[in-house]
């Protein structure tokens, strides 16, 4: 994708989605870092139907520590794997109550240490809850940035490098939500939706299938 291209590929993202959000229920900084955390191979919809029965019994490092990680592994068995995730988000609560007050930190290393947290979920955490203009790459944002030349790389932190360097600065607070849900609900893996894609002018893929 050329340079020129990228202002007018996510200005048209935007004018049909001024104010994405996240697909994750969540009440609190806590409650996200949670639902991302359990979100790791898994689908939001099915990660919102745990956390419905999680979060009421327990929406702070502190409740889910009293509750205990065979309640908890409990309340999110529909999850792949449920188990090892119910054992992070145990160990996770237990750093965030010993070290950071039963706060969730602002500080990308300290979110990077706690347990089942790695570098995508500190930026959706980063991004969605303080506001920071970072941009994670899940599987949905490395497909779309390949497939449309965005920002194309061999790996996750090449994409997010890519990112960094090329989503003009009007639009890094949102690009990571337009693009998993276009990549969610237009470009998906199987079969993308070209025909009905209102960015397909810009997409390097979607220029070749004009020209075909």
Not at 2 to 27: C, G, H, R, V, W
Not at 58 to 73: I, R, S
Not at 181 to 207: I, N
Request: proline share 6%; glycine share 6%.
């Amino acid at each position: 994708m050329k340079i020129a291209d990228i202002a007018p590929f996510f200005a048209t993202l935007a004018a049909a989605n001024p104010q994405p959000a996240s697909e994750l229920e969540y009440t609190s900084v806590f409650e996200l870092l949670a639902a991302v955390l359990l979100s790791a191979q898994a689908t939001d919809v099915s990660v919102n139907k745990a956390t419905r029965r999680l979060f009421p019994l327990a929406n702070m490092p502190q409740q889910m520590l009293a509750l205990g990680e065979a309640a908890v592994a409990e309340q999110i068995r529909t999850i792949g794997l449920y188990r090892n995730k119910a054992k992070h988000l145990l160990r996770t609560c237990r750093m965030l109550v010993d070290q950071h007050g039963g706060q969730v930190p602002r500080d990308r290393d300290a979110l990077e240490a706690l347990p089942g947290v790695g570098r995508k979920t500190a930026n959706v955490v980063l991004n969605v809850a303080f506001g920071e203009a970072t941009n994670p790459v899940d599987t949905h944002v490395f497909r779309v940035c390949n497939r449309t030349g965005l920002a194309p790389g061999k790996t996750p932190r090449a994409v997010e490098v890519q990112l960094d360097k090329r989503v003009p600065v009007e639009f890094r607070r949102d690009a990571h939500h337009w693009l998993i849900l276009h990549g969610r609900y237009v470009c998906t893996a199987r079969s993308p939706k070209c025909a009905q894609c209102t960015v397909r002018a810009w997409c390097d893929t979607g220029k070749k299938l004009e020209t075909a």
